[in-house]
């Protein structure tokens, strides 16, 4: 799937609904990704993000399923072969009076910890006291800014295997799930 160290991550509006390309530094396209519209988010707050390679085949799934006290998102890798979906993250926002911190939960992976400012959009991800992952906002320009539109610079330490990867990106899509969500209300 997608095992570069460095991704950039960039979003563009489609009708109605946020697409994103996935490249790598030098601008090759390893993917794409689009906000999923279900008859069912109309009547509640549920979202997600599918995601693709760069061949079109579905790769990963992000839902943000309706919740009450804490933001919970959910990662879905998806079997190229049968389609199938198993979990392989899930990310939950603690409560944190000046930061934003979530923890994550990678199959078969120690727990991850998503730590960052507030009002910074820059986020580190750690585990048992290394920093393995940086998501990293840059700057899309002044007109796509004030249409809320972001590219993310993704760093993943080298050596971590591609379901970490791929957690990675999921992550990186529910932190901005998580933003858009909190523009809106």
Do not use: C
């Amino acid at each position: 799937m997608f095992t570069s160290n460095e991704l950039i991550i960039s979003q563009y509006q489609a009708i109605g609904r946020d697409e994103f390309t996935i490249t790598d530094p030098q601008g090759v396209q390893l993917g794409t990704a689009r906000q999923t519209r279900k008859l069912g988010d109309l009547f509640k707050a549920s979202r997600g993000v599918e995601v693709f390679d760069a061949t079109g085949t579905p790769v990963l799934t992000i839902e943000d399923p309706v919740n009450f006290f804490f933001d919970r998102y959910a990662v879905h890798r998806i079997d190229p072969e049968s389609g199938e979906h198993s979990e392989l993250a899930h990310i939950t926002k603690r409560f944190a009076w000046f930061n934003a911190k979530y923890d994550v939960d990678i199959a078969g992976y120690p727990q991850i910890e998503v730590y960052g400012e507030s009002f910074q959009p820059d986020h580190t991800l750690s585990s048992q006291g290394r920093n393995i992952a940086q998501v990293n906002a840059q700057s899309p320009g002044l007109g796509r800014a004030l249409m809320g539109k972001t590219a993310y610079r993704i760093i993943i330490e080298p050596g971590l295997d591609e379901n970490v990867h791929a957690a990675v990106i999921g992550i990186a899509f529910a932190l901005d799930m998580r933003k858009k969500k909190m523009r809106e209300s």
